[in-house]
């Protein structure tokens, strides 16, 4: 080809940086031998969904044919009455992965920097690069968001700043007096309090006092987590008027799916099976947690529905995890969030936390733990 050929399709260069983004890796699904493994990769609900949502989905299904709601106004309704929300001020995206990237979109770009900490959740750096925007990762102390780090890594510049509360994949939290010290500290930018773990731990808001009453706090939740809709990718924000109007802009008419709308309308309205859920949840976890340490295997207190099992080294953390696979049991290596010495194990249901709990404690005890 001649230099001065014209340009292709084939050759036409997306904008820069866009290259430079490592491909996500989602939770692995499969293991050599096992033709039905437990997955305990992705943080799902082993429990499934809520009844409930499950016949609004087969529901939904007769209307395949008709697009859904623009608005959102009957979920964004059923999420006010649940959560003491105004529905104005609630968003609806294709997973929070959709709102993510709204924020980014909307408020980060070339020369402005996106700020995390460095075992923050993978979609923010990614965000960040789709819109050009430089990722900024502060340290942790000890696998605990450092508000300090946050605010000492902020510039004028910082146009973004995500916390995950409870964290993934560590787990831990940090108290909502440190979130709003935080946004204090940043009025030049928005903080998304990514709070999709926010049911598993009793008694906490996810942020949503905050997000009712500073300009810059928005908050995410999501219906993949506790409510087990993962596969019909549904979440929501809350926050200032203004934030929202900003994101409705972004927002496709018809970007959450009506089966995904009306099981998400039964999943938050069925209060007593997320909360059976996060008891349940919350049992096993300290269980599993008991049993790892007394093999060796110590986790910080986790306020999720996982544990982060940490490793003497990174060489142990493989073997365990060829170790689980062998048994059919698929956790996941956190390697890519800077923790190359743990595994992040999501809680199963008892029988599937009993046979991680055997399995790390025969590799433990293989190699003279
Ligand atoms: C799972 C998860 C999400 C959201 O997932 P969606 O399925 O896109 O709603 C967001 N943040 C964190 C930290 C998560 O672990």
């Not at 509360?165 to 909502?176: K, S, V, Y």
């Not at 194990?345 to 433990?364: K, L, P, Q, Y």
Request: proline share 7%; charged share 20%.
């Amino acid at each position: 080809m001649s230099a001065t050929a014209p340009a292709t399709a084939e050759t036409v260069a997306p904008q820069p940086g866009i290259m430079e983004i490592a491909l996500y890796e989602a939770g692995a699904s499969h293991v050599a031998g096992h033709p039905d493994p437990v997955k305990l990769s992705s943080n799902e609900n082993p429990w499934g969904c809520s009844p409930a949502a499950q016949a609004a989905i087969e529901a939904a299904a007769a209307a395949a044919h008709r697009y859904p709601s623009s608005d959102h106004a009957g979920l964004r309704a059923a999420i006010g009455e649940v959560h003491g929300l105004d529905p104005a001020r609630i968003i609806c995206g294709a997973g929070s992965d959709e709102i993510i990237s709204w924020l980014a979109h909307a408020y980060a770009g070339p020369g402005t920097e996106v700020l995390f900490t460095e075992h923050g959740f993978l979609m923010y750096r990614i965000a960040a690069q789709t819109a050009g925007a430089t990722p900024v990762a502060v340290r942790e102390r000890e696998r605990v968001t450092d508000v300090d780090a946050l605010i000492a890594g902020a510039t004028p510049a910082t146009r973004l700043v995500f916390v995950a509360n409870p964290n993934n994949p560590t787990g831990t939290m940090i108290p909502l007096a440190e979130l709003e010290r935080l946004a204090r500290a940043v009025p030049q930018a928005i903080v998304a309090l990514d709070s999709a773990y926010a049911e598993f731990a009793e008694g906490y808001d996810g942020g949503a006092e905050i997000a009712s009453r500073l300009p810059n706090v928005v908050m995410l939740r999501t219906f993949s987590k506790i409510h087990g809709l993962g596969g019909l990718r549904v979440g929501w924000a809350y926050g200032p008027r203004a934030v929202i109007d900003v994101l409705a802009r972004m927002r496709g008419p018809f970007n959450v799916s009506a089966p995904g709308l009306a099981a998400a309308e039964a999943a938050i309205r069925d209060t007593a099976f997320t909360e059976r859920c996060r008891a349940e949840t919350a049992r096993l976890r300290d269980r599993l947690a008991d049993a790892l340490a007394a093999a060796g295997v110590p986790s910080d207190p986790s306020f999720a529905n996982f544990i982060l099992a940490r490793f003497p080294d990174r060489e142990t953390a493989e073997a365990c995890d060829a170790a689980l696979q062998a048994d059919g049991l698929i956790v996941r290596r956190v390697a890519g969030y800077g923790l190359p010495n743990c595994l992040r194990i999501t809680i199963g249901d008892e029988v599937a936390c009993r046979r991680v709990a055997e399995s790390v404690r025969r590799f433990m005890a293989g190699r003279g733990a």
